[in-house]
């Protein structure tokens, strides 16, 4: 029988994308067209750069940049290399990125032109980095891609590598404390790749539009994508503008995004303006979309819209709700469901002692198979709790009914106890969302003394409208009872958002809780 060391690894996905199709083109920025050829040489050539620095197997690097094809070439480079990678994130904080490079024992940071002077302020503050290069011309550090001209390219090769190998070390949020890095194991990235074109709804050559940052999660759709001989076109940064205009010129037929984007090309993108007959399949995810934003987003993008959920613990994805399931007038509940569970991992909902509820009843997500974490670096307390039985514990509460759709009720840490009642916040802003004059809601769990805590939403408009906040007080008491009615609500122009795109409740809670302690942490 084969050994574990001997069966397909990433490598063999890795370099058979890049050698099938030699003449393609893999990936376009701006005016550039990389071809499949042109991006294996420049991996080699990167590779060959970070060898002679001293960035061997084991070694660990990090990257700051924006968008651009070549921080996708590194992470391939390093994981080619046997390195480790873990990214930083062009809107993280200098204290944050520090504290990353020193966890994980970065030795080098590869940033983006005009992310050098930060990345030369986080190297000062973490004692583990001892060179800064730049991803292009820099008067502040040495060119890496410059230096990588210099050599020339060899023909990339699988590697030998062991399935619980671990190469790219990715740090969650911190929206509920201090970041944790997450060890991704090769058999989950294999396992990433695998779910993903098989569970996604990929058009059969792929031009994937990427505007998530790919220094983190928002890479996973690229292998599959170059998998396919497709094209990857890259985005700076979010603009909805612009993201429509690159979808009707470059003729996308699917991208990712997070609902905070899909709000904003609702709301200012104006759709209608452009040609977006080629999108097939535009993936949402990361956090969660009220059913009412997302039937208005199937009315004015088409029958396009696939929802996936996971968590950096589980990076092959645990379930999607298909295009097909996506069916507004038909049924509309299902609009509120994360879907079912991708094909290769399990899905259930266990209660506190680890068994499975009753259909119907709330309980905890749990998700087992090869796309699930190793564990968290340097933390084992966490994670012997987060893979209890076997199992990922993800911390979102939801209930599963009897067709197998899993409905999202909270994560465990942004339920709302008041009055001794349970209320699930998810619950409230799906009612609001519902009204014309929303365009996004955050629903809170503020300190009261005589209620504990006091149902809170903060409300922004759309462009445009006013809000009624006595209208949305009563529609929720109707809706779901007046203890689940908000005894506030604040309008404000904007919600804060985490560095991936969520709604950062915790900042949100933060101007209200300091002092106090929480009766759910």
Known sequence: MARLTDDVNYSDILVGALTRYPTRDAFVHGDRRITYAETADTISTIMQVL???GITRGRAISMLSSNVPEVWMVQAAAYLIGAQYSGLHPLGSPDDHAFICQDAGVEVIIAHPDYVGAALSVAERAGSVREVLALGPSSDAPDLLGLAADH??????????DAEDVHWIAYTGGTTGRSKGVKIPDRALVQS???VTTSLGLPEV????????ISHAGVLPIMPTLVRGGTVVVQKSFDPDQWLRTVQDERINWSFVVPTMLHTLLDRGEPKRF?????ETIMYGSSPMSPARISEAHEVLGPVLLQAYGQTECVSFATTLRKDEHQPLLNPERL???GRAVLGMRVEILDDSGEPVETGQIGEICVRGRGVMSGYHNLPDETAKALAGDWLHTGDLAIQDEDGFVYIVERAKDMIITGGFNVYSRE????????????SVAVIGVPDRKWGEAVTAIVVPRPGSSIDTEHLVNLVREKKGSHQAPKSIEVVDQLPVTAVGKIDKKSLRS???????RLVN
Do not use: M
């Open 511 to 517: 101007k209200y809780w300091d002092g106090h302690d």
């Open 336 to 338: 509120s469901s994360c």
């Open 193 to 195: 790749a695998q779910s």
């Open 51 to 53: 060898v002679a620095r």
């Open 428 to 439: 409230i802003e799906d009612v609001i969302s519902r009204d014309p004059s929303v365009s």
């Open 206 to 213: 792929p031009r994937f539009l990427a505007v998530a940052p």
């Open 275 to 279: 040609d977006l007959s080629s999108l």
């Open 152 to 161: 020339s390219g060899q023909r990339l090769t699988r590697r030998t590598i």
